[in-house]
């Protein structure tokens, strides 16, 4: 039984966390902080957790927080997380950090996120925690970089056509559709309902921050560097992303062969399942599960790919917990069936 | 053809307004306000009105626009109303204000708002803006009070069975059902996508700053006290309010009686519909119009009335430009057909 | 261990019911079957399912089914419940039915359903499946009625007060909002997206079958006849229902003495949280999982309660199962928590 | 003033052509039609034409139709228009068809619709109704093919390229997203709100019979041959298509240089807003208007162009209206603003 403490523990994806470690067999959650008006009950903030989860959630403070852990989660903002993450490594304490602030080299930080890294120290350490490419790093890792939201599907979604190099690199094309949790649980206009519902639309089309977190892994899967063209999309629906990939193929091969190359890549892995010729996923077939679901499909010279993933589960929280399981060494799926 | 100015332009009531009014025969929309961080065409903050309205939305100055106007849509929060409208009135222009600051007398308005009222030397002269009940006194007025949304569906529900005597003055219960824009446009978590969508609350019960203005109306109709019974609840849709409205019968009657006194009080009121016995009405059959579609029926001794209007249409914008039409001397539906 | 089959297995009750023996300690689902086309996994027919429960979904044979399992739970409309239900109570099995069939008395039954209860041998064994009431009765029983979704929500919210004999037993009145999915899984224009969504309607006003089982249980409750006024309303939201409830106090009392007798009524019960003065539970509280949320309210001589469930788990599935957990002597939250 | 019929009234296409038309200056609306149980008034059937339109809605009956009518909107579903529209057209009179009948050379018809065209004879003379790109062509029509929902987001964001030699015509990709009214109105599970609401899929990926349409009138804008990959998506949302298209550019070109070539191609188009540079349209931009708002923006060597529509509007009944006013000779903009 390891101890276990979420800072940020108010937003979407600290909530989720929070609610598959309470069915967890391996931890205690000891410690839970968010930057609040008062300190309350975590169960007084959300009521789902009453009679299951009385804790006190607590201003920051992770000094007095690290006494009381084996492993924290970092459900923070980008920009934050790096201020926070070096004194509970200063503490031997084992950090899964689901911001974006250790996924990429401080250069390109710079360049997306508009500031300098503030933990250059620690970032050669951080293991990009995708199990299905990374698992042996995993284990041993003291920090993890919790994958985002979009490039695990991006990614999942891309890497056996680029490990096996069946297409031309130049010509990847991620076009994703997220729910809105994606973006957090905050004040903001733009997520509002009344201009979220019955609306649509493309943002930060080829320049979003995750574009980079997208073309770094890619580019280690292939040996080779990729400049994937992404653009993200705003959906009315409360969690799910589908990437919906287009890719030109460097040589004739068809569905069957495709679906094939996809099932071999993630044999073994209990998180992805790739679906039989014919058959698509959609969100509702991963919605509240840390799966992705992957279809793939052969028309002429393209390879089209649909991966579906819940964006606070396998895009966030429940992949955050399966980093956990591996680096702790419980069972890979303890607590996300 | 007279000029029209709109201050709080970018909710989504002014907006409301301003597409009402640019397809309006009598007016010219030549002045256009809001507190915005740049003077911009309004065509750039909502891209729907290019090539059709390219008027720039100014910061707020009420002295300035009041020159170049005949009336006014004041759509701004309460207690900001009052501050604005004396200069209009003293002007000498028409004022219709969309917020609650005329519609309570001042030591109601403090109770429920909190603050002294600013204005009091013009409360007295404001319509209240409900024209199938006030249409004589709109037509002389200069300060229109435009009734809030929840207001709007529950006293057209009840003033027919109010006016008439058939039903128990204490026994009326207002279970009202309200689309997300009733609550303005800003940024507030409470209102975020996340929050609001595959939810459903019951809020400020019996507690809601349109209760005093409900009871207000409808004991003047009914000429005796009147206090009641008040639920709004946040409903996971854009527009619409639907009110399921319970009134103990005093007298026998059965539904056909009940439909035709509701029929009879309703005759040539061009925006209230009342179904026949055995129909109802739902949001879809009034949404984006300016109608107010009433059922009723009987059972047992309970007399039960479903009221649905287009919050933003009836609700807010299209009554205050039905108020406007009466005003000045335009066919009352106007714009609104 | 014991082995549960489900017949109805690919309506949404049926799924819910899957979703939660999978994770249950106690059970083994043996047999699947629905009214399908062709027999296939029922991971082909829900892909959630892949890798979880490979199970072949048959066409119904109760004969055979029966011969597999030791309970059985009947997803099933109604009128089809009362023709499968004899089969497997000849051969012994316990049965769980989610339909109506077993719920109210064989004249009241033909009134509501239009059609003579052609099970009236079974009918008397059969126990209401509501365990905050009738917890010892189900222990023992061999045939339970589960409760409808709105009744699980009217019933548990009404109860104390009826049984305390605190409100005037002529004054109920049940406001209800459904989330969608509670009308079951079928094609019907009436409940497509296009006709639902942006949309909210009242419907089967004071005529919805679920008013009678309110009305048998509550009367029970309070001893002497009860007659609610019980309105549904359809909500654009896939799952949960909040009941709205008014009733008149015969005495004085205010929301703390309220609150209080609420909370010691339902003591030890594990699936119903009362909430604190002041605190009103909201759809997203309840939503996936097996409670029943209860808020207090007193108003002048007004007692309003509101009532939240998740139609599928506690006014469903999740009931059906702690319904089975009782009859098996299993723990009462096995599986749901 | 010219009479007017409505063939398949009470689907959602037929609604919208209604609501457009009772504000129609130049058109009496004097037949309506559709498969219905029990003739009505279409006020009783959509209760928002009350006291507007009390017009009978009749079943089918060409021959008696076509007597009082100069032009009919066939508002039916693929297979049967063909079967009618030879009946209007003998009778002389004018003909705007909604569905996919006239829109295909029929062995391509036969290849993706799975019949023969039953109205060869009629077929040569149809005229694709995209004004953008046939006006002429439509003034002088009998029989218009109105363009189908996805085709006129696709193919006017794809035009301007196309004609112009500007992008590989063989990188063409181009992802559709629609709300569900697109499916039409209809019991159908896979439209059903459970089905839909929360969930997000693609659905008949490069297979969906608006390809063909969309080649067909692509490749004689570009005077070559064109073959897109084209996938559509089904999003939870009731109106509205964003069609995100992506092209290899051919030759070196900036976002202004793009912007400027989409302006210039759509200058004097009512109905097509090319956005500024840095600009781009979104669902709610669109949204119950007759417009097809474009934004342009170039990303290294690849095009990407957003093409939003009202799918009722633009993409259906708004068209056909346009249509209509250029046939007719009224302002093409008539009804539509």
Same mark, same amino acid.
């Given at each position: 039984?390891?101890?276990?403490?979420?800072?940020?523990?108010?937003?979407? $994806?600290?909530?989720?966390?929070?609610?598959?470690?309470?069915?967890?067999?391996?931890?205690?959650?000891?410690?839970?902080?968010?930057?609040?008006?008062?300190?309350?009950?975590?169960?007084?903030?959300?009521?789902?957790?009453?009679?299951?989860?009385?804790?006190?959630?607590?201003?920051?403070?992770?000094?007095?927080?690290?006494?009381?852990?084996?492993?924290?989660?970092?459900?923070? /903002?980008?920009?934050?997380?790096?201020?926070?993450?070096?004194?509970?490594?200063?503490?031997?304490?084992?950090?899964?950090?689901?911001?974006?602030?250790?996924?990429?080299?401080?250069?390109?930080?710079?360049?997306?996120?508009?500031?300098?890294?503030?933990?250059?120290?620690?970032?050669?350490?951080?293991?990009?925690?995708?199990?299905?490419?990374?698992?042996?790093?995993?284990?041993?890792?003291?920090?993890? $970089?919790?994958?985002?939201?979009? /490039?695990?599907?991006?990614?999942?979604?891309?890497? +056996?056509? $680029?490990?096996?190099?069946?297409? !031309?690199?130049?010509?990847?094309?991620?076009?994703?559709?997220?729910?809105?949790?994606?973006?957090?649980?905050?004040?903001?206009?733009?997520?509002?309902?009344?201009?979220?519902?019955?609306?649509?639309?493309?943002?930060?089309?080829?320049?979003?921050?995750?574009?980079?977190?997208?073309?770094?892994?890619?580019?280690?899967?292939?040996?080779?560097?990729?400049?994937?063209?992404?653009?993200?999309?705003?959906?009315?629906?409360?969690?799910?992303?589908?990437?919906?990939?287009?890719?030109?193929?460097?040589?004739?091969?068809?569905?069957?062969?495709?679906?094939?190359?996809?099932?071999?890549?993630?044999?073994?892995? +209990?998180?992805?399942?790739?679906?039989?010729?014919?058959?698509? /996923?959609?969100?509702?077939?991963?919605?509240?599960?840390?799966?992705?679901?992957?279809?793939?499909?052969?028309?002429?010279?393209?390879?089209?790919?649909?991966?579906?993933?819940?964006?606070?589960?396998?895009? $966030?929280?429940?992949?955050?917990?399966?980093?956990?399981?591996?680096?702790?060494?419980? !069972?890979?799926?303890?607590?996300?069936?």
């Amino acid at each position: 039984m390891i101890k276990v403490g979420v800072v940020g523990a108010t937003g979407y $994806a600290g909530e989720e966390v929070i609610k598959i470690l309470i069915n967890h067999k391996g931890v205690e959650i000891t410690e839970l902080s968010a930057v609040i008006d008062k300190e309350e009950p975590i169960s007084s903030i959300f009521p789902v957790f009453k009679g299951r989860l009385d804790l006190i959630c607590h201003k920051p403070d992770a000094q007095k927080m690290a006494k009381n852990i084996d492993l924290v989660f970092l459900a923070l /903002p980008h920009k934050v997380s790096m201020e926070i993450a070096p004194v509970f490594l200063k503490a031997g304490k084992l950090v899964v950090d689901l911001s974006a602030d250790y996924r990429l080299d401080p250069g390109v930080y710079k360049v997306w996120y508009g500031v300098e890294h503030k933990d250059t120290a620690n970032l050669p350490q951080a293991v990009y925690g995708l199990p299905e490419l990374y698992h042996d790093e995993i284990k041993k890792a003291k920090l993890i $970089a919790n994958p985002g939201c979009y /490039p695990t599907s991006a990614i999942l979604g891309v890497a +056996p056509a $680029a490990r096996e190099g069946i297409i !031309d690199k130049n010509s990847i094309i991620i076009d994703s559709k997220s729910g809105v949790t994606g973006a957090g649980r905050k004040p903001d206009l733009a997520l509002s309902f009344g201009e979220v519902n019955e609306n649509l639309k493309a943002y930060k089309v080829n320049e979003h921050q995750h574009k980079p977190e997208i073309n770094r892994i890619l580019s280690l899967v292939a040996g080779s560097a990729i400049d994937v063209v992404f653009t993200p999309h705003l959906i009315p629906m409360n969690r799910g992303i589908l990437s919906t990939i287009y890719m030109k193929l460097n040589k004739k091969i068809d569905t069957k062969a495709a679906v094939d190359l996809y099932k071999k890549f993630y044999k073994g892995k +209990p998180f992805v399942k790739v679906y039989d010729e014919g058959k698509l /996923p959609q969100i509702k077939d991963v919605v509240f599960t840390n799966f992705c679901d992957i279809g793939v499909k052969v028309t002429g010279d393209t390879l089209i790919v649909i991966a579906c993933i819940d964006n606070l589960k396998k895009g $966030a929280a429940g992949q955050a917990v399966q980093n956990m399981n591996i680096m702790a060494g419980f !069972d890979e799926t303890e607590g996300l069936m």
